[in-house]
């Protein structure tokens, strides 16, 4: 398991580019959700700025104390919606909420916790509420180099949300992308079924 309170402190943080995802910016700018979000891992909390300003009762979570307390001081007129905690322990929060927005927090997990991460996100959700994934198909590793990030080809997402509880409502190559991830993430959405 990675330190992820160690990377924060020793400011080792690669994955943040200072900006919220541009896949799922362009997403919000299209689609206009309402309701109740949550960014699971959210870090600095750039994607969920992004949600509550296009409206949302955005939230974020995530298990790095350091994580937090950045994403509070850097975005203070929103600290109130950064929660310390452990995406697989929070039942206070069960069915609460209508949109999932997942970005670099699956691929940030072992491979071996995967199933544990879908059973979490469709007990956040409210029945029939969306899972908005930017999955990471290709972290594009070096030969012999590990996760994370662990990458999640197409086929591996398709078996991961295999079953009568999720349905595909969309799925594309996200145009938008950081610098150097164009044609490496792949935007879907899953509604949970019940
Ligand atoms: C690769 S970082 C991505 C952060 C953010 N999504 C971004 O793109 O800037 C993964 C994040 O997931 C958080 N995390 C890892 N395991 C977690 C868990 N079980 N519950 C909540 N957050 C977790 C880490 O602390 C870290 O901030």
Not at 98 to 115: G, I, K, N
Not at 169 to 182: K, L, M, N, Q, T
Not at 186 to 192: E, G, I
């Amino acid at each position: 398991m990675t330190d992820w309170e160690s990377c924060y402190v020793e400011g080792h943080t690669p994955w943040d580019k200072g900006i919220p995802s541009p896949p799922l910016t362009a997403w919000v700018g299209k689609y206009r959700p309402e309701g109740k979000a949550l960014v699971p891992g959210c870090g600095i909390g750039h994607d969920v700025v992004m949600l509550a300003q296009a409206g949302m009762d955005a939230h974020g979570v995530d298990i790095a104390t350091t994580a937090v307390q950045r994403a509070q001081a850097t975005h203070p007129d929103h600290a109130a919606r950064f929660h310390l905690g452990d995406l697989f322990a929070l039942p206070q929060w069960r069915a609460s909420f209508d949109y999932v927005f997942e970005h670099t927090c699956l691929c940030a997990l072992p491979p071996s916790m995967r199933q544990d991460y879908v059973r979490a996100v469709h007990a956040l959700l409210k029945p029939g509420g969306l899972l908005v994934g930017v999955w990471f198909i290709n972290p594009d590793m070096e030969p012999g180099e590990s996760g994370p990030p662990f990458g999640l080809p197409v086929p591996e997402l398709d078996q991961l949300f295999f079953s009568s509880e999720w349905t595909v409502i969309e799925d594309y190559v996200p145009e938008s992308a950081y610098e150097g991830r164009a044609g490496r993430e792949r935007l879907r959405v899953l509604r949970k079924q019940s």
